[in-house]
């Protein structure tokens, strides 16, 4: 017996199928309309994989039985007549006739056409499967089972390929200034490895190690589109009697050519991305890729270097010490994870360190220590906020750092300093604790809400002093009570409000000497925390080992850092004497017509930009030692590879257009004239009040309009910023007309503007 035509309906409804396909479940669970209806859900290929014998039926059944089948005017097979094919067993036979003909190749062909159509319109089709294997255990090749659940598959990639693509500007905009220096652009990766290299690039010492002159080829290749990120590859002759694999010279060789690159390139940038694509490196995502590069540096120089010193320059070594029990960790960047629960505004890198190392220390553990054995003459720390990336670092950063701090000789002195800031937090939270229960009542009027005391009080002296002034009884109201009977209550209210307000002062002066004993104790804290960060008249406690600033990675497309000035015509800094250091702003805009912008700034920027550009940053410190090097020419061999990356942009600028044949007439006209009192142009039939004298600056010659000389990125520019063309003139010499500015008519420039 079927389904009903209610359950059918009922079953067609929830699962959005074909009545005929909804009667082939409900037949399969005994048209109980709950169990198809869970079983659809958990499978949905269950009535398939049931009825995967049933599924080549013949569409065309001539010798079916007569009786009509119900659905037949629902029916979705098509009009074609039958065929005598459909009598044809497998082999090929006909059936109907008894006949052991085998079918011609017209029949054969009919007869695949036929079950082609069956299948077509066949509901039940399969269910098409999707996905790639398992990342952990690839595999490649035919499906080895009959059946997949398709819950269990996914779309997806084994490996990311996307890559973001960075445009390069014409050569005329790549071209290096002589007083400017070069740096390499930011990678797509979003890491800060080339802002690194241009820094360690600056120090002295650090650039000494990376040019390793001790292992240098005998000829480097080159690449016309290395620059740009295109690798190298070269030849290497392999012994097959080696047993152990040392690592590869080529980071080696490839930071000796950036070396060399930043040092006589005349190019604006270059790229870091042939340094990024080594093995071991490329396989790192975000800063991770800091350290990578140099513990591969590192170890390459130990391996294929007579010299170690030079490996170590940026290796320091910590050691956790526990009773008898050590351990020793190397490191070439310190990473400085800033929980917030460890985290308060402004706080200084050496509390931030002093949290990090030693977390909740209180001194109670005599035998548990935390110190630096050694500490890199480059000294690189990765600061980062834990669980707030998205606001500003906001930790001051030294220009000067000292590392004696940190040091075994100074754990004695650095212990009690530590238990004595422990109990100053003690205290501190006391008196957070005491302030909170004299400054509001939880719970007391609702639950899970606090009332102000201060408050309170207020409100209860305004009431009673209400009362205590009250003088007869409302108009409607007649009073059964004499007025002397009322004068006790008055004068007892009155006692009531000036017993609240003393409360209320005395109440409010506590709680300011909560405040100033805080205050005290912060104070404290900072004393404390100065131990070993500043020189001192006391020898015992002025630090010795000093470290300077030298560079910092904030934003991706920004580097800070530090270079020294040298002699050039064309120096924009005349007043800096030659072998002086100079702090500069390099950034990198590739969504601009000139993606390089080289700004000579204060340290005080560069400070400030450590500390609220980003919510992590990268800081290079420099030993005074490793500053006082004195710098290696570049040998014979890195010269001719710059010379040969040079001759080729010399033939890039001589094969692109000049910018003089991309100007036009207008734009040239522009640079005839000074436009700086004319950054909005009038309309043409009028001419705006002035603003400086005819004589410093002189009227376009004839009638022609501004337009003809004024530029179009000009024209936009609202008079606020025509206000500012003149920083260095006061204000008070423009309104008073003296010769400085030649006056600024306001009343004829605003009914001017108005009209």
Not at 293 to 307: E, H, I, K, Y
């Amino acid at each position: 017996m079927g389904p009903s035509g209610e359950a059918i309906a009922q079953f067609a409804a929830i699962s959005c199928l074909p009545d005929s396909v909804a009667t082939e479940w409900l037949k399969l669970f005994d048209n109980d309309v709950d169990k198809a209806t869970n079983a659809f859900l958990d499978d949905p290929s269950t009535l398939q994989r049931n009825t995967c014998t049933d599924s080549w039926k013949t569409a065309f059944a001539v010798h079916h039985s007569d009786s009509l089948n119900p659905n037949v005017f629902e029916s979705t097979n098509p009009t074609r007549p039958p065929s005598r094919v459909s009598n044809r067993n497998e082999q090929g036979y006909d059936t109907n006739l008894g006949s052991d003909r085998p079918m011609t190749l017209e029949e054969q062909e009919e007869s695949d056409l036929q079950k082609a159509i069956e299948l077509s319109n066949n509901p039940m089709l399969p269910v098409q499967e999707s996905g790639v294997t398992a990342p952990d255990m690839p595999y490649f090749g035919p499906v080895r089972s009959e059946y997949h659940d398709t819950k269990n598959w996914i779309m997806t990639t084994s490996k990311p390929t996307a890559k973001e693509i960075l445009l390069n500007p014409e050569p005329n905009f790549r071209r290096r200034l002589a007083w400017a220096p070069a740096f390499l652009r930011p990678s797509p990766a979003r890491h800060r490895l080339p802002g690194l290299i241009k820094i360690l690039h600056a120090v002295p010492a650090a650039r000494e190690a990376l040019l390793c002159c001790e292992c240098l080829q005998t000829k480097y290749d080159h690449h016309s589109e290395w620059w740009d990120g295109v690798p190298i590859q070269s030849t290497q002759i392999v012994h097959s009697e080696e047993v152990h694999a040392t690592p590869s010279q080529d980071v080696i060789y490839e930071c000796q050519r950036l070396m060399a690159f930043l040092d006589e390139t005349e190019r604006a940038y270059g790229s870091s991305e042939a340094l990024f694509a080594l093995p071991g490196i490329r396989e790192c995502n975000g800063d991770s890729v800091i350290r990578e590069f140099l513990d591969t540096w590192c170890d390459a120089v130990l391996c294929n270097s007579q010299s170690a010193s030079a490996a170590r320059i940026f290796q320091s070594q910590g050691i956790r010490r526990r009773g008898g029990d050590q351990d020793v960790e190397d490191t070439t960047c310190l990473d400085l994870t800033v929980s917030e629960s460890n985290f308060e505004s402004g706080q200084t890198l050496y509390e931030t360190m002093d949290s990090v190392l030693w977390p909740q220390w209180n001194g109670s553990d005599p035998e548990h220590e935390v110190f630096l054995n050694k500490v890199a003459d480059v000294f690189i720390v990765r600061i980062s906020r834990r669980d707030d990336t998205g606001k500003s670092l906001d930790i001051k950063v030294p220009s000067v750092w000292y590392s004696d701090r940190y040091l075994e000789s100074s754990q004695p002195r650095i212990r009690q300093t530590l238990a004595d800031k422990e109990a100053i937090r003690k205290e501190m939270a006391e008196l957070d604790a005491r302030k909170d229960k004299l400054s509001a009542l939880k719970g007391t009027i609702q639950r899970d809400k606090s009332v102000e005391i201060s408050r309170l009080l207020q409100i209860a002296q305004q009431h009673f002093k209400k009362r205590s002034t009250y003088q007869g009884t409302p108009q409607n109201h007649v009073s059964s009570v004499s007025e002397d009977d009322e004068s006790p209550k008055m004068e007892r209210y009155n006692r009531i409000a000036e017993e609240l307000k003393l409360l209320s002062e005395r109440v409010a002066r506590k709680l300011r000497t909560f405040e100033e004993s805080k205050n005290k104790a912060r104070e404290q804290l900072r004393e404390l925390s100065k131990l070993f960060t500043e020189p001192s008249d006391i020898p015992e406690e002025s630090p010795k080992d000093r470290y300077t600033l030298r560079g910092v990675c904030a934003d991706v497309n920004t580097v800070y850092v530090q270079e020294r000035i040298k002699s050039s015509p064309d120096n924009i800094l005349i007043d800096a004497p030659t072998n002086d250091w100079q702090w500069w702003k390099l950034t990198y805009d590739a969504h601009v017509a000139q993606p390089t912008s080289c700004d000579a700034i204060r340290e005080i920027e560069v400070l400030k930009a450590a500390r609220h550009e980003a919510s992590s940053a990268i800081l290079v410190y420099a030993r005074d030692g490793a500053m006082a090097v004195e710098e290696p020419d570049l040998p014979p061999q890195l010269k001719t590879f710059v010379q040969s990356d040079n001759q080729a942009f010399a033939a890039e600028l001589a094969s692109s257009p000049s910018p003089e044949s991309t100007t036009s007439a207008k734009r040239r006209a522009s640079e005839a004239i000074d436009l700086a009192p004319y950054q909005r142009s009038p309309p043409h039939d009028r001419q705006p009040p002035p603003y400086y004298s005819d004589d410093t600056f002189p009227r376009p010659p004839g009638n022609q309009s501004y337009d003809e000389y004024i530029p179009t990125t000009l024209r936009n520019n609202s008079m606020d910023e025509v206000m500012h063309v003149d920083e260095g003139v006061e204000m008070s010499d423009r309104d008073s007309g003296g010769e400085t500015g030649g006056g600024y008519d306001k009343e004829a420039w605003d009914g001017w503007n108005d009209e």
